[in-house]
Each structure stands twice: as C-alpha cells, then as structure tokens.
C-alpha cells in the first residue's frame, strides 16, 4: 500500500511541475505577443500627435466662439485643459522616443474632446438665445415702458384739466 502512495504522490508532483511549466510558458508567450502586437511606429505616433494637436486647435476656437457670445465655458475649459495635459505628456513621450506612449496619449487626448465642438456651439447657441432676448426685453421693455408713461401722464393731465374749474364765467 505504501507503494501505491509514493507512485500517486511522484505522478502528482510530475503533474504539478508540468502544469507550472505550462503556464510559465503560455505566461511567457502572450507577453510576447502583447509585446509586438503593442509596437507603434514613429510615423503613426506622429500622425496621431498631429491629428490630437488639430483637435485642440479647433475645441479651443469652440471655446473662444462660445466665450464671445456670452457663455459659461469653464467646465469646456477644464476639459480642454485635460486633453491639452495629455497632449503635452504625447510630445515629451515622442521626443524620448517611446512612441507607443506617444500614440495612447494623443488617441487619449482625443477620446476626450469627443462631442467637445457640439457641446461648445450648444453653449454658444444658448447665450446668443439668451442675449437676444435680454436685447428684445430691454428695447421692446424700454420702449413700452415709455409708451406708457406717456400714455399714463396725458390721461392724467386729460383727468386734471377736466377737473379744473373754469373761472371767471359764474362771477
């Protein structure tokens, strides 16, 4: 019986070093092929650095449009701060050479100015909704407000001269 126990414990330690081993290499190779699936050419960090630096170029002529036609543009500022944040950490990956950095920065400070241009001419379009108004409200108030105190000063002179008791006629 004894016998029977040291064989079932050699297979199972030959099983366990040949399982650890197995992993040890399937470890080993899907590093490796993450290792070269995740290579990035100088030219495509290059094209996506490019592509992220118009983005921002154009949110920030969003901004400055929005901006100008009134509009809260803070949280559209703080956004683009971030994007430009990635941007830069993109070049100085770049200029080091590690282009595979260079490439997820910039393609992360894109991803954070999706929708950013939409957003930024929906603020737009509401404060020149709003400064509109505010104009229509002030002239057209002004104006009525004019009207009426005309208006209210004649009746009141009309009243008062009605009132006026003509003299020299019953004396």
Known sequence: MGGKLNKHKG???????????ILIW????CLSVNEVAGEVSEAEAKS??????????????AVADA????????????????AGGLLSKAKLA???SNFTSAFNFAV????????????????????????????MFNV??????????LVGGYIV??????REKPRGRGR
């Open 11 to 21: 297979k199972l330690v030959i099983h366990f070093f040949l399982l650890f081993f």
């Open 26 to 29: 399937f470890g080993y190779v």
């Open 48 to 61: 996506a650095i490019k592509a992220a630096d118009n983005d921002v170029l154009v949110c920030y002529s």
């Open 67 to 82: 901006s100008k036609a009134g509009a809260n543009v803070t949280a559209l500022l703080i956004t683009l701060n971030e």
């Open 94 to 96: 770049y200029n080091n």
């Open 108 to 135: 992360q400070s894109q991803d954070k100015l999706k929708g950013f241009v939409g957003e930024a001419e929906g603020l737009r379009e509401s404060a020149m909704q709003a400064n509109y108004e505010d104009f």
């Open 140 to 149: 057209v108030g002004s104006g009525v407000g004019a009207v009426a105190v």
């Open 157 to 162: 002179w009309v009243i008062l001269k009605r």
